[in-house]
């Protein structure tokens, strides 16, 4: 129950490489917080420095209005779960469980009370006389979970629980780890690569690249409006189409001229460039596979032909080539066709696609920031 | 040399490609060498830089800080005493205090003697209640020389401590300003088991190696110049004295035979020769025939594969003086194989295993397989048995056969692994006293080197050279000591070599 | 045709093994040779000394009633008492060294490591002799070899850190944070957490550490010089093998081997998969 803050924080290894810049964050009491970004891009090593277990090179990061830089982890009042959930091989579940309780000079009773409580909690209480190794991988997560459990900490930080598990596995604990979210009502910060846990997990994503923070904001704001090229890419699956082209003002109105379409640019998004009285010029356009529509050959639709096509069960994934080879990729829902529109979705298949005003994104092609923003 | 990019160097042919690596092995020492002596500049240079921002710093410490911090310039520990970390304070003052009486009362006089190594010998004088000329000990260069190095050690550890001290006033006054609280006693003894852990449990180990082995190499590679011997014991005959270079001189300069014919020069060239043919062979020998019996122990199909090993195990557990003593017996001139054989008559006259240079070369090397393999058999086991089954069964797959195979993968895979172990396996050789010892203890003399301390075997390392110079009734300690420095710069010139070419021919073999 | 390759393939298996066999059996006997002889001569009564047969013409205990009667009790306490101090006190020396260099990450770990690789450079028996000064100084020399061989064994066995260090560098260091974060400290991640999942290679070290005495050889002769009750066994037994004694004691010397190598080998067999993953570990570690 405390919130958490980081004030420019930062950190340097020996060898000069900076893994993370100037870090700021408030994180909130009871907020669930998403670090999320590629392999490097330091997220871990910020988790790491809140958790005390990386020096902090530069900055401060408070625990509840404290400052904490030169505390141990022991003393920082935080809980970790770690990705390869580094259980103690030579104890029980139980003894794993307890071992941080034992070390506290916690009564045996109350040990045992509050061990068996998370164990029924996770659904554990059959294996606490096990070693791990007995275990098998979503079983010690949530041994690992139970550990983190019962040390009643302020701070809950998961660096990424969820990646050794098998797909079906990693659904099912990432919907246990909202519920527990919802049991122990307590502050979280999560670290994955999975955009999709993010999504679905946080209050608010920190999206990272490079040690820079890129975008935070809540999951609809960096869906809807995402505030650079990476983020736009890097959320959402599969990833933004994205084309150099032009944006034409003419008058009040705006349009934009992919593959020699003109698509009138209509509703919020058009408002949105005049308020900020964007001119015409060149320009990143992103569009997401999902708000590609199918249409009829028109000034409005822009001709390509089927490449590969990938029958997903509720939707395809339509990989098309534009008349001048630019590959892009088109979602569309099974539902909207019939068995014959289908069938036509062979390779080689011509078609033609277009977009709405509302489903475009706008970006500088020299700063890769939205246009909007 | 032409470098040659990747698709040209795969038009190579065999023979090419072979001359190019061994080339570019080559080329890559004197680079690599030269690399060595530009990094030394380079750490001069930052050492110099550092040691004056330290300078630097101990300035503005003392204009920039308050009177607590002024006066533990001069006393210890003051300014911790002064904001409460008694402790601290208490143990800085200790050290200053233990310093300054060991200086005033003994170390000043070991520092003075340091330069002259003592001035009067021992002499002999009349005791009047004895009634008879008694001799009387003055000067101990040898003490001298032990003490005037521990009081060195002693001052740098004290300006160490001194700066130390200087710092910690800096950094506490900078917290206080800050705001914040200073470590208390409590803090500091509870750190010890926790962040400062690893300074509580390197404390011991590092006295021991400070004392016991770092202290005695200084001291030994000062006698390298002094002409600390037998005759020159430094306290009961003769005081002894720096000489400069002079030992260094005797040993490598080609002129002048010693009285039994070589020069110093040859004696150590041989002996030089000899140790560094031996610790290829050695360790080249155990490496690939250890290899060949660990395999075909782990072939498959093979049965009793524990009771192979364990018997080869069993010889590694026996004390190598018992095993080697009574092998060297059995091979002398009226041990077992030789009475056996000439009561079966099928030699006339004893085989000469000790006694003739190239016998006994041949016989401990021999004999060193016979001590080496079972544990060359334990090590490459293990490695064999790591080696992924999947690349023999592609290699398979793909037509190679037993020697292919063996070469292809099993080879060059163990090489990676091992590559530092037969480093130090080498070195290790190098140094190997006991085999050398106990076999033969350097056995047949070597007439040609009779003039040189201690008597030259046919069989001689450099190691056990030196320790006979030692134990011989000249005792050349100072002789000896440079021997070793010798031995010191050889090991470590073939190390930096490997360490610095090694990796960039392995570069293709990634197997990690 | 395919049949026919079978066949090939299995005959040339079973010739294979059978010649791996004959090796492996005759390298067998090599290696055991040596020791079998020496466990024969001890029991030799009719002669003391080098002999050109193996089998004793008369058995007897007469060797090792001789053992009994010399200073050779003397020699194994002393040996055995270098072992067992040995044993303990370079075990925790070595785990304290390697557990450090292995989980610590302080400013000076690099240079302390380095320096100490190029202080091995040095050969160990250049520093013989004014350890033996310091020694004779501190009056733990000749009779009093024992606790001088023991401090000096101990004092410099942190340079030999790197087996167990490599073994430390495989138990993940998650472990450690798990357990920081759950509150332990340093040291009680080490004792709780690190300690228990070392059984091996502590097993291995006490091993090593306890078999090193037995053939310490070269020092040993040279702190003890002259004095018999300073001996361990190794120096002992070999002044029995000089030219002016072997003629007496060439067979009171088998007997003595075979009585300090039996207990040796059969602790060392015993512990021998410890020692083995010790050694392997240490090998590919470098």
């Not at chain 1, 020996?14 to 997220?43: Q, R, T, W």
């Not at chain 1, 590609?292 to 339509?318: D, P, Q, R, T």
């Not at chain 2, 530092?420 to 106990?438: A, C, D, E, K, R």
């Not at chain 3, 101090?85 to 925790?92: E, K, N, P, Q």
């Amino acid at each position: 129950m405390a919130s958490v803050k980081l004030t420019k924080v930062k950190k340097i290894y020996d060898n000069k490489v900076v893994a993370v810049h100037d870090f700021d964050l408030d994180i909130h009491d009871k907020e669930f917080v998403v670090f999320v970004g590629p392999s490097g891009c330091g997220k871990s090593t910020t988790l790491r420095m809140i958790a005390g277990l990386e020096e902090i090179s530069e900055g401060t990061v408070e625990i509840d209005g404290e400052v904490v830089n030169d505390l141990q982890p022991k003393d920082r009042g935080i809980a970790m779960v770690f990705q390869n959930y580094a259980l103690y091989p030579h104890m029980t579940v139980y003894d794993n469980i307890a071992f941080s309780l034992r070390l506290k000079k916690v009564p045996e009773d109350v040990v045992y009370e509050k061990v068996t409580n998370a164990a029924e909690i996770l659904g554990i209480t059959e294996y606490l006389m096990r070693k791990p190794r007995a275990l098998s991988g979503g079983q010690r997560q949530r041994v690992a979970i139970g550990r983190a459990m019962v040390r009643d900490s302020k701070v809950f930080l998961m660096d990424e629980p969820l990646s050794n598990l098998d797909a079906k596995l990693r659904n099912q604990m990432r919907a246990e780890i909202i519920l527990l979210r919802q049991k122990l009502d307590t502050t979280f910060i999560y670290v994955t690569h999975d955009q999709t846990e993010a999504m679905t997990l946080g209050d608010r994503i920190v999206i990272m690249k490079d040690g820079y923070i890129m975008q935070v904001g809540t999951p609809t704001e960096v869906f809807e409006m995402p505030s650079n090229l990476f983020v736009a890419e890097f959320i959402g699956a599969p990833k933004m189409n994205v084309v150099k082209t032009n944006l034409v003002r003419e008058g009040d109105e705006y349009f934009v001229t992919p593959f020699g379409a003109k698509l009138p640019v209509k509703g919020e998004k058009g408002r949105m460039l005049l308020e900020k009285n964007i001119p015409s010029g060149e320009i990143l356009l992103g569009v997401r596979p999902e708000h590609i529509v199918l249409a009829k050959e028109g000034e409005n639709a822009i001709a390509c032909s089927l490449v590969v096509n990938e029958m997903m069960g509720s939707e395809l994934h339509l990989h098309v080539n534009t008349t001048d080879g630019t590959g892009l990729i088109v979602r569309v829902p099974t539902i909207d066709l019939d068995a014959q529109g289908r069938n036509a979705l062979v390779g080689g298949h011509d078609l033609h696609i277009t977009f709405e005003g509302k489903a475009m994104h706008f970006f500088d092609p020299a700063t890769e920031k939205n246009l909007l923003v | 040399m032409k470098q040659y990019s990747d698709l040209e160097y795969l038009r190579l042919s065999k023979g090419q490609r072979f001359l190019y690596k061994l080339m570019a092995f080559f080329m890559a020492i004197p680079r690599a060498i030269g690399h060595f002596f530009l990094n030394i500049g380079v750490y001069i240079k930052k050492a110099a830089q550092g040691v004056a921002n330290e300078c630097k710093d101990i300035v503005t410490t003392f204009t920039q800080g308050d009177w607590k911090t002024k006066t533990s310039f001069v006393i210890m520990g003051f300014g911790n005493l002064a904001r409460g970390q008694i402790l601290r304070g208490l143990l800085f003052l200790l050290f200053e205090v233990v310093f300054i009486f060991y200086m005033v009362f003994t170390g000043g006089y070991w520092m003075s003697m340091l330069p002259s190594l003592g001035k009067v010998g021992p002499t002999s004088e009349y005791n009047a209640v004895l009634d008879t000329y008694v001799t009387a000990y003055n000067d101990n260069s040898f003490k001298i020389l032990l003490y005037g190095v521990l009081t060195i050690f002693f001052i740098v550890a004290f300006i160490y401590t001194w700066r130390v001290n200087v710092e910690q006033n800096k950094l506490a006054e900078q917290a206080l300003r800050s705001g914040k609280k200073l470590k208390s006693d409590k803090d500091d003894l509870r750190s010890m088991v926790d962040e400062q852990f690893y300074k509580t449990l390197l404390a011991l180990p590092m006295t021991g190696i400070l004392v016991f082995t770092v202290m005695p190499i200084v001291f030994m590679v000062l006698v390298a110049f002094t002409n600390y011997d037998g005759a020159h014991n430094g306290f009961s005959n003769n005081l002894f004295s720096w000489v400069g270079l002079d030992n260094f001189n005797t040993l490598l300069s080609w002129t002048g035979g010693n009285g039994g014919g070589q020069s110093y020069s040859a004696t150590f060239g041989e002996i030089l020769t000899w140790t560094l043919i031996w610790a290829f062979l050695a360790t080249f020998t155990n490496y690939f025939l250890g290899m060949f019996v660990a395999m075909m122990i782990n072939k498959k199909g093979i049965r009793l594969k524990k009771m192979w090993r364990t018997v080869l195990v069993m010889t590694v557990a026996i004390p190598q003086f018992i095993s080697l003593l009574y092998v060297s017996k059995m091979f002398a001139r009226n041990g077992l194989i030789n009475l056996s054989l000439l009561d079966l008559g099928l030699i006339k006259q004893p085989l000469p295993f000790w006694e003739d240079p190239t016998w006994a070369r041949v016989s401990v090397i021999i004999i060193n397989i016979w001590v080496g393999i079972p544990y060359l058999m334990l090590i490459t086991t293990g490695i064999l048995m790591n080696i992924p089954a999947d690349l023999y069964e592609s290699a398979r797959i793909d037509g190679a056969n037993a020697w292919q195979q063996y070469r292809k993968i099993t080879l060059p895979y163990m090489l990676f692994i091992t590559g530092p172990y037969l480093l130090t396996s080498f070195t290790g050789n190098m140094n190997n006293f006991n085999v050398i010892y106990l076999l033969t203890g350097g056995a047949p003399t070597n007439p040609a080197a009779s003039g040189a301390a201690g008597s030259v075997g046919y069989t001689d390392l450099l190691i056990t050279w030196l320790f006979k110079i030692t134990t011989g009734a000249e005792s050349q300690y100072y002789l000896a000591s440079v021997v070793g420095i010798m031995v010191f710069v050889v090991v470590a010139f073939i190390s930096l070599v490997v360490y610095n070419v090694l990796p960039s021919i392995k570069n293709e073999e990634d197997y990690q | 045709m395919n049949e026919k390759r079978h066949m090939g393939l299995r005959t040339l298996n079973r010739v294979s093994n059978t010649s791996i066999y004959v090796i492996l059996t005759i390298i067998s006997v090599i290696w055991l040779l040596p020791f079998v002889f020496i466990t024969l001569q001890s029991f030799r009564v009719e002669s003391t000394y080098q002999v050109g047969y193996v089998i004793p013409k008369q058995w007897g205990l007469q060797n090792y009633i001789n053992l009994w009667n010399s200073d050779f009790k003397r020699w194994y306490i002393n040996t055995f008492i270098i072992a067992l101090a040995s044993a303990v006190l370079i075990t925790i020396i070595q785990l304290c060294m390697s557990y450090t260099l292995s989980r610590f990450r302080f400013k000076m770990r690099g240079p302390l490591m380095r320096f100490m690789l190029i202080l091995g450079m040095f050969p160990g028996m250049l520093t013989m002799i004014i350890l033996y000064r310091v020694l004779s100084d501190l009056g733990l020399t000749q009779a009093n070899a024992v606790p001088g061989l023991i401090l000096v064994g101990v004092a410099s066995s942190g340079m030999g850190y790197y087996v167990s260090k490599g073994f430390f560098d495989t138990i993940p260091k998650s472990l450690d944070e798990a357990a920081r974060v759950d509150g332990a400290t340093r040291f009680q991640v080490l004792c709780k957490i690190i300690l228990p999942l070392s059984k091996p290679i502590v097993i291995y070290t006490i091993l090593t550490a306890f078999m090193g005495p037995w053939g310490d050889f070269v020092f040993a002769r040279y702190v003890a010089f002259g004095t018999s009750a300073g001996y361990n066994v190794a120096v002992g037994m070999y002044s029995w093998l000089t030219n002016d004694q072997i003629a007496r004691m060439y067979t009171t010397f088998c007997a003595g081997g075979v009585i300090v190598a039996v207990p040796v080998t059969i602790l060392f067999l015993c512990l021998q998969k410890y020692y083995v993953e010790g050694v392997t570990g240490g090998a590919v570690k470098g």
